[in-house]
C-alpha cells in the first residue's frame, strides 16, 4: 500500500486523490481523513495532480484542527504518557498532523510516513515555515511491506489509516512491535461522518446526506474487500489492542462544530466534497438524487452550497489508545517485555531516520489504569 493514507492520508475504486476523497469509505468519511493521505500502503494512482491535490488536503486538514489539537493534547496530558522522543506519523499526507505533533511533544523527532513524494515535500515545507525543521523529518514508505524499516517510536499515529491495510490485525501487530516500553498507539478510526446541511434542503426528497452516506459505506466495503491480504475484522478496536499485545488506555471522541453561517474555507471544502460525491456515486444514485446534488453544485441557484446561508460542519472523530505494558524487574524497575535491553525478543533496533529525506467540544469516554 503506498500509504498515503490521513492522518489520514486517495481512492479510486477504493481510493481517490484526495485521502479519501473518493467517498468510498462509508463511515470512513473524507473528513475523516484530513491531513493524511489514504496510500501508506497500496499504490499510489496515477495521472495525480497533487500541486492542485496538497493545498485542497491541507485545507481540509486546517479546518479539522482544533479536533486533532485536542486529540493530541489528550494524549499528552494522560498520567500513562511516555516521554515522547519520537513519533511516526503514519499516512501523514500533506503534514498538518505532523507539525502539529511536533509542536505538542517539544522534545521528538517527529517522521512523517507516506507513500507519495510531492506530499512529503510539502510536510518538509511546513515544517520549515513553522520553525520545526531540525525536528521533523520524512519517510517515503509502501505499507505493510516496508514497516519494519520505520524504527522504533514512543507514539504512533495513524489517522485513518489501518483500515487500508488488508490484514488489520497483522499490520497493528507489526506496529505494535516498533513501540518502546510504554509506547502509545493512538488509532483515528470511526466517529460519526460529517452532516452539513439540514435534513430537508427545501428540494428533492429530504435526508440526502443519510443517502449519501449509505452509499459511502457499500464502497467502502468493496475497497476493503479488494485489498491485498484482505481479512475481515470486528472494529472492537481495545479488543484488537489486546490480540495484538497491547494495554488499552481509553477512547474519547472530538467534536468538530462549526455553525452556520460558515467561513469561505468550510463552504469551499463543502463544495469540493458533494463534487466528488456527484462524479464518484453517479451510477448510484436515484434520478431525484442526482438532481437535487446538481442544484447544490450550481454556483448561480441561491438554494446552492456557494451561496445558501444554512450551511454548517458537524463532525466527531474517535481515538483509541493502546500501550505497550512495561515489566518489572525482577530486582526492582521497570524494562519492557521482551530481551533483558527492554527491547521486545527478535526486533531488530532502530535510530530512525537521520536526514530530512531518508527511503527504505469534546466528548466520550476514557479508561486509564
Known amino acids: ?11 479510486s475504486a477504493a481510493h481517490d486523490p484526495r485521502h479519501d476523497q473518493d467517498p468510498s469509505h462509508g463511515h470512513h468519511d473524507p473528513s475523516a481523513h484530513a491531513g493524511h493521505s489514504a496510500h501508506a500502503g497500496h499504490g499510489t494512482p496515477d495521472g495525480i495532480d497533487w500541486d492542485a491535490m496538497g493545498p485542497m488536503l491541507e485545507q481540509n486538514a486546517e479546518i479539522s484542527r482544533p479536533q486533532y489539537e485536542e486529540a493530541a493534547r489528550w494524549i499528552a496530558g494522560l498520567p ?5 522522543r519520537r513519533v511516526l506519523d503514519i499516512g501523514s499526507g500533506p503534514g498538518v498532523v505532523t507539525c502539529l505533533l511536533a509542536e505538542t511533544f517539544p ?3 517527529v517522521v512523517a510516513v507516506d507513500g507519495t513524494p510531492a506530499l512529503l515535500e510539502r510536510t518538509g515545507e511546513r515544517a520549515e515555515r513553522l520553525g520545526l525543521g531540525d525536528r521533523v523529518r520524512v519517510r517515503q514508505a509502501d505499507l505493510p511491506d516496508d514497516l519494519g524499516g520505520l524504527g522504533e517510536a514512543d507514539l504512533i499515529w495513524m489517522g485513518n489509516t489501518l483500515h487500508h491495510l488488508g490484514d488489520q490485525r497483522a499490520a497493528l501487530a507489526g506496529f505494535a512491535g516498533l513501540l518502546r516500553p510504554g509506547g502509545t498507539i493512538a488509532l483515528v478510526e470511526g466517529g460519526l461522518q460529517p452532516r452539513r446541511l439540514p435534513r430537508d434542503i427545501g428540494f428533492g426528497r429530504p435526508g440526502l446526506e443519510a443517502r449519501l452516506e449509505a452509499i459511502n459505506t457499500d464502497r467502502f466495503e468493496d475497497m476493503r474487500a479488494a485489498l491485498p491480504d484482505a481479512k475481515r475484522e470486528s472494529e472492537d478496536w481495545s479488543a484488537l489492542f489486546a490480540a495484538v499485545g497491547l494495554e488499552p488506555q481509553g477512547t474519547r471522541s472530538f467534536l468538530l462544530d462549526i455553525p452556520a453561517p460558515v467561513p469561505e474555507p468550510v463552504r469551499e471544502d463543502a463544495v469540493i466534497e458533494f463534487g466528488r460525491w456527484r462524479e464518484a456515486f453517479a451510477e448510484y444514485l436515484t434520478a431525484e438524487d442526482a438532481a437535487a446534488l446538481d442544484r447544490l453544485l450550481d454556483p448561480a441557484d441561491p438554494a446552492g452550497l456557494r451561496r445558501r446561508p444554512d450551511l454548517f460542519l458537524l463532525s466527531a472523530r474517535t481515538v483509541h489508545l493502546g500501550r505497550r505494558a512495561r515489566a518489572r524487574r525482577a530486582g526492582g524497575g521497570w524494562r519492557g517485555r521482551g530481551d533483558r535491553r527492554g527491547r521486545k525478543a527478535g526486533f531488530r533496533r532502530s535510530d ?5 529525506h531518508a527511503s527504505a467540544g469534546v466528548s466520550g469516554h476514557q479508561k486509564v489504569p
Open 107 to 109: 522534545g521528538a523527532e
Open 352 to 356: 530512525g531516520v537521520k536526514g530530512r
Open 1 to 11: 500500500m503506498s500509504q498515503h493514507t490521513g492522518n489520514g492520508h486517495h481512492e
Open 80 to 84: 500513562t504518557a511516555p516521554q515522547v
